[in-house]
């Protein structure tokens, strides 16, 4: 039965994206950024349910029953913040713009050089994040159908893929809808059910308020703030929050929707916090036996509502996947390959033909990567770690900073992603949990350090970053001077 249901949710999310595809028209405007003409409620939802994912919900649940409210939630709340600071700072000023990738902000501001460096950086996380959405699925399927890991992944990234090449960021958009009704309903009704049938109940130590998971180091202090600060600011960078973005109607509508989607995302991952911490009070559930949620909604739950969870996790993750996959795809072939707009007489629209072709190797990838890496909370918080090291500094600064360079933001991106890469390489564990990714034995770094490489990392991006930009403000010829008001003004299609 519970599989049945979240399968007729995903046919009708794959029914609505698939039915929007026709305002595409054949025109990439509509493709990647929705003609400029979402209001309010879809570009809130959609940035909702981008943030909401399974990393915020499923890697959120399993993270705080392990080692506390702050380690999971971290995750929902640090991308709450970066909503917070993007509608405060960003949403309006990017939204006026007119830009249709994150992309196209570092040629404008930089050159030809930057573009490129910071394109493949920023399709690099976000294959990760897509992966990290695949791997809830992944497990589900696998958890409750037997079907094996790898095939769930696969037929995950298949649908998602179905409503995504036809219909776009209006595909997207659409169906964010359905499943932020879902997820909402699907929250409260857990939270409900729970604190009825068993309480809320923390385990001593490691509720909200126990902060000594933010003030010391033996209760995880720096691996938490770096979850906080790596998403909270490193999500800045976030190619598909950007999407969305543009693709609001007006500048105030852009900025309005990245508070309701900061809120709601705090509230939902909080919530899925509590409930994750208060079953292994009552129930004494651990990840030793599968996913937290998992075996909270098989062995406990009514089947209507771990139908209706389920359901959520999976359309928060489609979402996610899917702004990823349209997000990646878009940079690869505009910003990368260099396809413009110009549609010769009797041709299709170049950039919105190669951009769906260009989603298959992304989707592959991606599923590869979920494939060796089988982390959700982890991948989410690695992708935008690499962000916060070196793009965060080019971008928010270039944006506001006129002294800011290229050669400046060549070298901050450069210095913080080796620093962060090397860092990587040398510590044992990531986020608490063993470093499966990139890991050389060594006796230099030892996992004490683990949280505080990635403020390292970005302290090195962005000292030198603008250390390089003071140094080269007077000698850097090939700087096009910009007036803060030319930046802001329409970028041409």
Same mark, same amino acid.
């Given at each position: #039965?519970?599989?049945?249901?979240?399968?007729?949710?995903?046919?009708?999310?794959?029914?609505?994206?698939?039915?929007?595809?026709?305002?595409?028209?054949?025109?990439?405007?509509?493709?990647?950024?929705?003609?400029?003409?979402?209001?309010?409620?879809?570009?809130?939802?959609?940035?909702?349910?981008?943030?909401?994912?399974?990393?915020?919900?499923?890697? !959120?649940?399993?993270?705080?029953? *392990?080692?506390?409210?702050?380690?999971?939630?971290?995750?929902?709340?640090?991308?709450?913040?970066?909503?917070?600071?993007?509608?405060?700072?960003?949403?309006?000023?990017? !939204?006026?713009? @007119?830009?249709?990738?994150?992309?196209?902000?570092?040629?404008?501001?930089?050159?030809?050089?930057?573009?490129?460096?910071?394109?493949?950086?920023?399709?690099?996380? %976000?294959?990760?994040?897509?992966?990290?959405?695949?791997?809830?699925?992944?497990?589900?399927?696998?958890?409750?159908? *037997?079907?094996?890991?790898?095939?769930?992944?696969?037929?995950?990234?298949? +649908?998602?893929?179905?409503?995504?090449?036809?219909? &776009?960021?209006?595909?997207?958009?659409?169906?964010?809808?359905?499943?932020?009704?879902?997820?909402?309903?699907?929250?409260?009704?857990?939270?409900?059910? %729970?604190?009825?049938?068993?309480?809320?109940?923390?385990?001593? @130590?490691?509720?909200?308020?126990?902060?000594?998971?933010?003030?010391? *180091?033996?209760?995880?202090? $720096?691996?938490?703030?770096?979850?906080?600060?790596?998403?909270?600011? &490193?999500? +800045?960078?976030?190619?598909?929050?950007?999407?969305?973005?543009?693709?609001?109607?007006?500048?105030?509508?852009?900025?309005?929707?990245?508070?309701?989607?900061?809120?709601?995302?705090?509230?939902?991952?909080?919530?899925?916090?509590?409930?994750?911490?208060?079953?292994?009070?009552? +129930?004494?559930?651990?990840?030793?036996? &599968?996913?937290?949620?998992?075996?909270?909604?098989?062995?406990?739950? $009514?089947?209507?509502?771990?139908?209706?969870?389920?359901?959520?996790?999976?359309?928060?993750?489609?979402?996610?996947? *899917?702004?990823?996959?349209?997000?990646?795809?878009?940079?690869?072939?505009?910003?990368?390959?260099?396809?413009?707009?110009?549609?010769?007489?009797?041709?299709?629209?170049?950039?919105?033909?190669?951009?769906?072709?260009? #989603?298959?190797?992304?989707?592959?990838?991606?599923?590869?990567?979920?494939?060796?890496?089988?982390?959700?909370?982890?991948?989410?918080?690695?992708?935008?770690?690499?962000?916060?090291?070196?793009?965060?500094? $080019?971008?928010?600064?270039?944006?506001?900073?006129?002294?800011?360079?290229?050669?400046?933001? +060549?070298?901050?991106?450069?210095?913080?992603?080796?620093?962060?890469?090397?860092?990587?390489?040398?510590?044992?564990?990531?986020?608490?949990?063993?470093?499966?990714?990139?890991?050389?034995?060594?006796?230099?770094?030892?996992?004490?350090?683990?949280?505080?490489?990635?403020?390292?990392? %970005?302290?090195?991006?962005?000292?030198?970053?603008?250390?390089?930009?003071?140094?080269?403000?007077?000698?850097?010829?090939?700087?096009?001077?910009?007036?803060?008001?030319?930046?802001?003004?329409?970028?041409?299609?």
């Amino acid at each position: #039965m519970i599989i049945t249901g979240v399968g007729l949710t995903v046919l009708l999310v794959l029914v609505v994206g698939i039915a929007v595809a026709r305002k595409v028209d054949g025109d990439s405007a509509n493709y990647l950024v929705a003609g400029r003409q979402l209001g309010v409620p879809l570009v809130a939802v959609a940035l909702g349910t981008a943030a909401v994912d399974s990393n915020a919900t499923i890697g !959120n649940t399993d993270l705080s029953s *392990s080692f506390g409210f702050w380690a999971g939630a971290s995750l929902a709340l640090g991308l709450a913040v970066c909503l917070l600071i993007a509608g405060m700072f960003l949403a309006a000023p990017m !939204n006026r713009m @007119g830009l249709f990738t994150l992309a196209d902000f570092f040629a404008r501001r930089y050159d030809r050089r930057m573009e490129v460096l910071a394109s493949i950086l920023m399709i690099f996380a %976000f294959t990760i994040l897509l992966a990290g959405n695949m791997v809830a699925c992944g497990f589900l399927l696998e958890y409750f159908t *037997s079907m094996p890991y790898e095939l769930g992944v696969v037929l995950a990234i298949c +649908l998602v893929l179905a409503y995504t090449v036809g219909g &776009g960021l209006f595909s997207d958009a659409y169906t964010a809808v359905i499943q932020a009704v879902i997820t909402v309903i699907a929250t409260a009704a857990l939270f409900l059910w %729970f604190a009825a049938e068993y309480g809320i109940a923390i385990p001593d @130590g490691l509720g909200p308020f126990d902060l000594g998971q933010l003030t010391d *180091s033996a209760q995880g202090a $720096p691996i938490n703030w770096a979850t906080l600060i790596a998403l909270g600011i &490193g999500d +800045l960078v976030a190619i598909d929050f950007m999407q969305r973005i543009f693709g609001a109607k007006s500048p105030a509508a852009a900025r309005r929707s990245c508070f309701i989607a900061a809120g709601a995302t705090a509230a939902i991952g909080t919530v899925w916090s509590l409930v994750a911490l208060s079953s292994v009070s009552a +129930l004494g559930l651990s990840t030793a036996d &599968g996913p937290v949620m998992f075996q909270l909604l098989d062995g406990y739950a $009514p089947a209507i509502l771990a139908v209706l969870v389920l359901s959520g996790v999976v359309a928060a993750s489609f979402s996610t996947a *899917s702004g990823a996959v349209l997000a990646t795809s878009a940079v690869a072939v505009r910003n990368l390959a260099g396809v413009t707009r110009e549609v010769a007489p009797g041709h299709a629209d170049p950039l919105l033909k190669w951009t769906r072709v260009a #989603m298959l190797p992304v989707v592959a990838v991606g599923a590869l990567l979920a494939v060796r890496v089988s982390q959700t909370g982890i991948l989410l918080t690695l992708a935008f770690d690499l962000m916060l090291a070196c793009l965060v500094a $080019p971008f928010v600064l270039g944006l506001f900073w006129k002294g800011a360079t290229t050669t400046g933001a +060549l070298v901050g991106t450069t210095v913080g992603l080796t620093v962060r890469i090397v860092l990587l390489a040398l510590t044992p564990t990531i986020y608490g949990l063993p470093n499966d990714i990139l890991y050389i034995d060594n006796s230099v770094v030892g996992a004490g350090l683990d949280g505080w490489v990635t403020l390292i990392a %970005f302290a090195a991006g962005i000292g030198s970053f603008v250390s390089v930009s003071a140094l080269t403000a007077n000698h850097a010829r090939e700087e096009v001077e910009l007036r803060h008001e030319d930046r802001l003004a329409p970028a041409p299609a």
